[in-house]
């Protein structure tokens, strides 16, 4: 079956370290996949794309790596501090990039502590 | 650039009675989206429009939920009648052409009581 998961619900790190969040899929072969950041009582906010073709993606603080034969991404937070706090959601798309519409995992809740 | 608009905020209504979200993209936008997102979960796509076609319907429960999007700019998602396991936060989105990041509304959170 298709899924598409994140690997922790929750993770707690300390201001300054930095923070890397996993999202794993099976049986989807996207074109593209996508991270967002979500703060309580708000919508998704987009963070970054990363292309089939990309091995790496950076802006500002934040990383992003895609590996179609681990089939993985991981997204990396460096310097964190507590305003990073929020739950971060990756998602792909399942058409490989033919109809525009993605798939969310149900997203890694992040907490930084001072 | 204004946001995603969306209304009402919050809605509380009995089961089986009827309910209807509103949803403005980003002027510009060619595609929309409508997505349900149960607590705890990632948002599920409900309906994809690309200006006033719909793409993908696959996931939208036919029989209670019905959307439009008049015009090619506006969008209603209506839900009759409602069941108690539709409580969610209703999630409206747009993209200028569906292949890059969308631009989330903040959500109408819908409880069926």
């Known amino acids: 079956s298709q899924k598409i998961e994140q690997n922790s619900e929750a993770l707690n790190i300390q201001e300054g370290k930095t923070a890397t969040l996993t999202c794993n899929y099976t049986n989807y072969s996207p074109a593209y996949l996508q991270w967002y950041r979500q703060d309580p009582g708000r919508g998704p906010v987009f963070l970054l794309l990363i292309r089939e073709n990309e091995k790496e993606k950076r802006k500002e603080r934040l990383k992003v790596t895609f590996d179609t034969t681990l089939k993985q991404s991981l997204f990396h937070i460096t310097a964190s501090q507590p305003a990073d706090s929020a739950t971060y959601l990756c998602a792909l798309d399942p058409w490989g990039g033919s109809q525009g519409n993605l798939i969310f995992g149900k997203g890694t809740k992040l907490s930084v502590k001072p | 650039e204004a946001g995603v608009a969306q209304s009402p905020r919050y809605k509380i209504i009995e089961k089986r009675q009827s309910v209807a979200f509103w949803c403005n993209p980003i002027s510009g936008h060619a595609t929309l989206y409508w997505y349900q997102q149960i607590l705890g979960q990632g948002p599920k796509l409900l309906i994809q429009?690309?200006?006033?076609?719909?793409?993908?319907d696959s996931q939208l429960p036919k029989d209670r939920f019905s959307a439009e999007r008049l015009k090619g700019v506006d969008s209603t998602l209506k839900i009759q009648p409602a069941k108690l396991e539709d409580s969610a936060v209703y999630l409206c989105a747009s993209s200028l052409t569906g292949l890059g990041g969308y631009t989330f509304g903040s959500g109408t959170r819908l409880t069926v009581v």
């Open positions: 429009f690309q200006n006033n076609g719909v793409v993908d």
